[in-house]
């Protein structure tokens, strides 16, 4: 799951549909309590089982993470790279949110897709 903080910076949201099988959601985000101040990458790939539900889904989800100290630039032409190769494969199109912002401009933007499935939980 990507978690967006109440000071979580975003700089961009990616979403590729595999076809019928699944899709690729991708976030490069910044949290301020990281010392180095490196931009974090989430992702997953989705495999969508026989019920498709957003939440508490017999769904496959395959996450990774990692961090890079390149500008935001370079970063969203590296994704756009990664993205394209999984659109090609599947003939599909790459949906991609510039945010440039924080959690609410995040949420306001995703709010807008189709595809974007949100659940706001209080922060603990």
């Known amino acids: 799951m990507i978690e967006l903080g109440d000071k979580t910076e975003v700089l961009a949201i990616w979403y590729v549909p595999l076809g ?3 899709d690729f959601l991708a976030c490069i985000q910044r949290e301020p309590e990281d010392p180095a101040g490196r931009w974090k990458l989430r992702y997953r790939f989705r495999w969508y089982a026989e019920r ?4 508490d889904s017999d769904d496959v989800k395959n ?12 970063i969203i032409a ?5 993205a ?5 494969k ?3 199109e790459v949906d991609r949110i510039i945010v440039r912002g924080n959690t609410g401009k995040a949420m306001e933007l ?5 595809w974007s499935h ?7």
């Open 63 to 74: 996450w990774w993470v990692g961090h890079s100290d390149d500008p935001p630039d370079t």
């Open 118 to 124: 949100i659940r706001r939980e209080p922060i603990s």
């Open 110 to 114: 995703l709010a807008s897709r189709p």
């Open 20 to 22: 019928t099988a699944g």
């Open 78 to 82: 590296k994704l756009d790279f990664i």
């Open 52 to 55: 498709r539900k957003a939440f």
């Open 90 to 92: 599947y003939g599909t």
């Open 84 to 88: 394209g190769l999984s659109a090609k």
